[in-house]
């Protein structure tokens, strides 16, 4: 049964950051049709994805509003997922999700971890 948990959300200050951790339980991060994501939803707004990586970690991709902000990237001996998120703004503010699946032409998010909160304050 695959297992995902995530940890290090927290309450920071704008501007602050944040490194999520995402650990999997029987999935493997590293394996060729895997694809991985980070999700988050704020209260009475749709759940958005915020990152992503395929390929065993050589393609990534981010929603406009993290460009530049957040990385996803893949620790592999560790079998570890991160998202580190720097000059986080209030609107950053939701509880965030690790999701993990399979790759296809986009990809299938079979398995989701129990979410973390993140707070940003100004």
């Known amino acids: 049964q695959v297992q995902l948990v995530e940890s290090g959300g927290g309450s920071v200050q704008a501007g602050g950051s944040l490194r999520l951790s995402c650990a999997a339980s029987?999935?493997?991060?590293?394996?060729?049709?895997?694809?991985m994501g980070w999700f988050r939803q704020a209260p009475g707004k749709e759940r958005e994805q915020v990152a992503s990586?395929?390929?065993?970690?050589?393609?990534?991709t981010y929603a406009d509003s993290v460009q530049g902000r957040f990385t996803i990237s893949l620790d592999n001996p560790a079998n570890i997922l991160t998202l580190q998120m720097n000059s986080l703004k209030p609107e950053d503010t939701a509880m965030y999700y690790c999701?993990?699946?399979?790759?296809?032409?986009?990809?299938?998010?079979?398995?989701w971890g129990q979410g973390t909160q993140v707070t940003v304050s100004s």
């Open positions: 990586i395929i390929a065993q970690g050589r393609t990534t």
């Open positions: 029987n999935y493997y991060y590293y394996g060729v049709d895997s694809c």
């Open positions: 999701a993990a699946g399979t790759a296809g032409r986009s990809c299938r998010y079979n398995y």
